[in-house]
C-alpha cells in the first residue's frame, strides 16, 4: 500500500536538535558531581528506560533550575537539515519534554515551536502525539515525527499513525532498537533523503 505524501516534519528538541551535552554538564558542575559520574548515571537510566530526572534521586541531591538550552546548542547539522527541508516545502515543528523558554530560542528556525510546559502534556502520552496532529495541520499518516528515543518519540508516534524517525545519536538514541515500521537515520543530514523515499 502506497504511502500518504509527507507535508510535514516534527522534530523532539534534546539530543535530536540540541546537543545537551553543555546544559548537563553545567548542571552536574553546579551539583559539585564529577561529570563522569553523573553522565554514567544518566546513562544507566537510559539503558534501564528510567526517566533521566530519577538522577537527583539516586545522587540524593535536589534538581537546580535548568541551566537550559541555547541556539548554538544545535547540533551542527539541524540548521541545514531545516533550511533543506522548508526548500521541499514541509511545514516544520519543534516540540519536546522541555520548558516553554525553549519555544523562544527555536521559534525563528520552525513554523511551530511548542514545550510540553505550555501544551500541558509530555511525551509519551497520546496527547502529546494529538497536539502535534492539530499544530501540523494534516493527517497524521502526512506527518513525520523524528526523536532519538523510542520510548519516548518512536513508539507513541507510531501508535499516534505518525511517521516515525528514530535518529541514532545520544545515549538513548544509541541505547534502543527501533521497533518494526520505524525509519532509522544517523544523523539528521541523512533525514531529507530518507523522507523522500518514504514519500
Not at 540524593?60 to 539541524?78: I, T
Not at 521541499?88 to 519543534?94: E, I
Not at 528515543?149 to 507510531?158: E, F, G, S
Request: proline share 7%; hydrophobic share 45%.
Amino acid at each position: 500500500m502506497r504511502r500518504a505524501p509527507l507535508r510535514a516534519v516534527f522534530f523532539d528538541v534534546g539530543e535530536t536538535l540540541v546537543d545537551e551535552t553543555r546544559m548537563w554538564s553545567e548542571i552536574a558542575d553546579a551539583l559539585g558531581v564529577p561529570r563522569f559520574t553523573f553522565f554514567g548515571i544518566l546513562g544507566g537510566l537510559a539503558a534501564r528506560g528510567e526517566p533521566h530526572s530519577r538522577v537527583y534521586e539516586l545522587l540524593g541531591v535536589e534538581q537546580p533550575g535548568s541551566a537550559g538550552f541555547r541556539l548554538e546548542d544545535l547540533y551542527p547539522d539541524a540548521r541545514a537539515c531545516l533550511a533543506d527541508l522548508r526548500a521541499a516545502g514541509y511545514r516544520l515543528g519543534a516540540v519536546g519534554n522541555t520548558g516553554a523558554e525553549v519555544e523562544a530560542i527555536l521559534a525563528g528556525l520552525v513554523d511551530v515551536a511548542g514545550s510540553s510546559a505550555r501544551w500541558g502534556v509530555e511525551k509519551p502520552a497520546p496527547e502529546f502525539f494529538a497536539r502535534i496532529v492539530s499544530e501540523a495541520r494534516c493527517a497524521p499518516a502526512e506527518i513525520a515525527y523524528v526523536g532519538d528515543r523510542v520510548d519516548n518519540d518512536v513508539a507513541p508516534a507510531l501508535d499516534a499513525g505518525l511517521v516515525a524517525v528514530h535518529l541514532r545519536r545520544g545515549p538513548w538514541g544509541h541505547l534502543h532498537e527501533p521497533p518494526a515500521g520505524a525509519s532509522r537515520v544517523g544523523s539528521l543530514a541523512e533525514l531529507p533523503a530518507a523522507l523522500g523515499s518514504l514519500s
